[in-house]
């Protein structure tokens, strides 16, 4: 090789490596972040994702123990080394600084409130372990279904897992909660409903599981549906299972998780044939009830004051009430902003210092909130009626941890229900150290349903399999 050659591709090689410096010099952000948000007592984790879009960036922001799905954000700035963006409709903003040698990104987030982050650069989120999620090879047969609401005309679809061995078997259709969920229940990577399908299976049960309508492979109704619509979705499941080979149709049963456990009653209590009810964290008082406790508990789980929490209940509860009677949008916006101009000359120091905008804003995305005809069924809605028709065997499983369905307000009613009615066969257990999910769980918040590696309590899975095979018809 000639001397000048050789000269040319040394010079080529620095060349190259001088531009791919550059690069690196000219994108100080791209790559992942990861820091935690002190929320109250909670800790939250933070990721983001920073790529090049343009001459500028873009940022996916992750909050990893609510949601596995990137937020994009909005307005991305850099500049002499900070980094800003907001996301107006969830009222999300961040300011924060380059430090330490780009290593560190050091600022404040603004959600309602200023917070200190702090975030690092990582090579990957950190994994969530979900040890219970099952494994091949399964001891059972597993085969994806479709079948027709005949009322509504709409295909839904599911995965039927059925014993490979016996006949007249149990059967029981699965029930998610409220919003849209798939077949597993899917949250943050746990999924209850596969759990829960592959270990009553792998004892002797046939279970459904479905996808809600508009997820996976159900088609979507025209969004204005309630828990009515839903309850025929569940009455398609029961009529495609007792037609199906090896099972009982004397013998399904429906095992429901929040929502999905009052649905389970709605469908019951028209279908006297239903073998049975597990209801998992299910309500048995009205929905205005149960979402004003829960948002007092969520509140005060997730650190506001007594003080802001006395004074701001009394204005949710008429928030709610105002949803109940006004279904005109606008003039429930009107009603809602009246109410709290009202009230705020009783409000805490702090907030009136912060000022009447933030909490307009506030007051008016919860008047938002509470509209829909899926928000209107649930708020007047009692299940009180549903349950006390009911004829079949009932288990009730609340725990004592759990802030959205409270064991406390719940499980009492559930009692007075059962013993009355003319079914007397029934269980209601609580646990103390149960969640919302049927976790073990420190403290209930909805922040640590993501960093508990556990998906469902094993004696809550244990007493179901009992209570199930020991009503066996």
Known sequence: MSKTRQILMVLMLLSTTAASYAREAKSPLEGKWFGRLKVGTTNLRIGLQISREGEGYRVDFYSLDQTPAAIPMEKVRYADKILSFEKLPLQISYSGTLIEDGRKLKGIFVQGVPLSLLLERVDEFPELVRPQTPTPPFPYASTDVEYTNRESGLKLAGTLTVPREGRRLTAAILITGSGRQDRNETILEHKPFWVIADYLTRNGVAVLRVDDRGIGGSEAGDGNETSLDFATDVEAAVNFLRSYPRLNPKDIWLIGHSEGGYIAALVAARDRKIGGIVSLAGTAVSGKDVLIEQNRLLRAAQGVPKATLDWFMPLYSELVEIAISEEDLEKARLRS?????????????????????????????????????????????????????????????????????????????????????????????????????????????????????????????????????????
């Not at 009613?413 to 969640?435: C, P």
């Open 337 to 473: 902003k009246a109410a709290l101009d009202r009230s705020l000359s009783s409000a805490p120091i702090a907030l009136r210092l912060a000022g009447g905008p933030v909490l307009t804003q506030q007051v008016d995305a919860i008047a938002k909130q509470l509209q829909g005809e899926w928000m209107r069924f649930f708020l007047v809605h009692d299940p009180v009626s549903d349950w006390s028709e009911t004829r079949c065997p009932v288990l009730a499983v609340f725990g004592k941890k759990d802030l959205q369905v409270p064991a406390f307000q719940n499980a009492p009613v559930m009692e007075e229900i059962l013993s009355d009615r003319a079914g007397k066969t029934y269980s209601i257990l609580e646990y103390e150290s149960l969640n919302h999910m049927l976790q073990h769980a420190e403290t209930g918040n909805v922040s640590e349903y993501g960093k508990i590696e556990e998906t469902i309590a094993e004696e809550v899975l244990r007493q179901m399999r009992q209570f199930i095979l020991g009503q066996k018809r």
